[in-house]
């Protein structure tokens, strides 16, 4: 089985510009996760899409958004870059469909490593 | 109070010991548990996962879960210096996988 993929591995963006993440879950996965990585804040959660629709949110400006598809692939978007976005977007999908005891662990991709200039 | 919370290290242990790494949460309603290691430039990867109090073993790691104590820990034996990279606790609420900073392991030859 593919594992998660996401595109592109690298992004540069200058001040003010926006940007578009896409990640393609491992198949049969509907849950897809967002979270940003950076080395003061280490792995912050932005969102979690099922079935198109977003189930929880992190603690991040309405700059982030995101969406899903049918096929389960997904998007985040960040618009009006700050400094303080550069950071690793990592993608992860889950076979999990809510139950609390669910057994299913996140499988991240490898990442979209975003500078702001 | 983070919602969990690690050790941030750097845990230094000599090669062939045993590397016990510790987690705490907040939420008492937590029911899903997990280890990540993470090596340097790269995503984390899966270790283990644990729901049931007690101990759940796989090769070299060991998970131990304490739902009365809101704790968490891996256990590393035989450490190897391919071990060395900073592991990550995870517990699940609601939808989501909440992570700790996570704690750097050195394991020296």
């Known amino acids: 089985k593919a594992g998660v993929t996401q595109t592109p591995r690298y992004l540069i963006k200058t001040r003010g510009q926006q940007v578009t993440l896409s990640c393609s879950p491992i198949s049969g996965h509907r849950s897809v996760s967002w979270y940003q990585q950076t080395p003061g804040q280490g792995l912050q959660f932005l969102f979690e899409?099922?079935?198109?629709?977003?189930?929880n949110k992190g603690n991040f400006p309405g700059r982030f958004s995101g969406r899903q598809f049918s096929n389960s692939r997904s998007e985040m978007n960040v618009s009006t870059l700050e400094l303080g976005d550069s950071a690793l977007y990592l993608c992860a999908s889950s076979s999990f469909s809510g139950t609390l005891t669910g057994n299913s662990p996140l499988h991240f991709g490898n990442g979209t490593r975003l500078t702001v200039t | 109070q983070k919602e969990v919370e690690q050790n941030s290290g750097p845990l230094s242990v000599p090669e062939g010991a045993i590397a016990s790494l510790n987690c705490t949460y907040s939420d008492r309603v937590s029911q899903s548990f997990f280890w990540y290691r993470q090596y340097s430039g790269k995503s984390p990867e899966l270790i283990m996962s644990?729901?049931?109090?007690g101990d759940k073993e796989d090769g070299r790691f060991t998970a131990q879960l304490n739902k009365a104590s809101q704790y968490v820990s891996l256990l590393i034996r035989d450490s190897q210096p391919s071990d060395s990279a900073t592991y990550l606790c995870a517990v699940r609420n609601d939808n989501k996988l909440i992570f700790g900073a996570g704690t750097r392991l050195a394991v020296h030859p």
């Open positions: 644990i729901y049931s109090n």
């Open positions: 899409y099922f079935s198109e629709t977003q189930r």
